[in-house]
């Protein structure tokens, strides 16, 4: 019987989308140079380790600067406080490489959102644009930190398309596949981006974005996966999913993000 599972992308490897970007994008790399300044590797810091850093995901700047957008599940990692562990973001500037010390200020698990709150240090924010305008076959792209623990901090750039907007709930194959989370995604679904493009762990947090204007339309967060973890590698499905940025509106309001 083959299983059939979303697969949460928060560690560090590489994301390839099908597909040919079309003719008219010649925005995009403008786009992309004006966005990569906000988009961070999230992870851990701890002095006593080596290497010191550890990434585990994808974030973007948002509000004034001093707050990143990254999933829930990303932070799910248990801290080690005795030897000092500390959530913090990465990112290159002047061809260097920075840290900024993070600190939780929010989480809406349903969404599988979380706000940062950064220490001593802004970044230049993403504008967040209106998911609910979003239409299948509409192409975006999105920017994240592949394989950060082995390609380092190199934001990488891929294009998309929404292939479908669909309920927020993957049917399982077998009753015995189902679990609570899923017995009530399906009783209250909401809705989420389907995108034809190939994830893999390491991208969650990466911002979906209009190709022309910049203005973030969602939140990369998952992957769909045949059998087991490891096929999201070597057997990529080649669907990936992404939360609307309409959630990110409401968690911003509940942490008093300007």
């Known amino acids: 019987m083959i299983n059939l599972a979303a697969y949460f992308l928060g560690s560090a490897l590489t994301l390839a989308a099908s597909g040919n970007l079309l003719a008219n994008d010649n925005k995009l790399p403008d786009t992309i140079a004006l966005i990569k300044p906000g988009v961070v590797a999230v992870g851990t810091y701890m002095p006593t380790r080596n290497p010191r850093a550890l990434f585990l995901a994808t974030g973007f700047a948002v509000g004034n600067g001093d707050r990143i957008v990254t999933n829930a599940h990303v932070l799910e990692k248990k801290l080690d406080g005795a030897r000092l562990e500390r959530f ?78 669909s309920p927020n709930a993957i049917p399982a194959i077998a ?35 209009d190709p022309d204007s910049g203005k973030v339309v969602g939140i990369i967060n998952k992957v769909f996966v045949q059998g087991s973890k490891e096929n999201a590698i070597t057997n990529p499905s080649g669907i990936t999913y992404a939360i609307p940025a309409e959630y990110i509106r409401a968690l911003a309001g509940q942490t008093s993000l300007q």
Do not use: C, W
């Open 175 to 209: 009753t015995n596949q189902l679990n609570v989370n899923m017995l009530r995604k399906l009783q209250t679904p909401y809705n989420v981006f389907q995108l034809d493009a190939t994830a893999y762990p390491g991208n969650s947090g990466s911002p979906l974005y």
């Open 88 to 165: 913090a973001v990465f990112y290159l500037q002047d061809q260097k490489e920075h840290m900024l010390i993070a600190n939780i200020a929010g989480v809406d698990g349903e969404h599988d959102l979380a706000m940062l709150t950064l220490e001593g240090g802004k970044l230049p924010p993403l504008e967040i644009g209106d998911s609910r305008k979003v239409k299948e076959g509409e192409q975006f792209a999105f920017t994240g930190y592949p394989i950060g623990m082995v390609l380092g901090l190199y934001p990488v750039t891929h294009h998309t398309m929404v292939s479908a907007i």
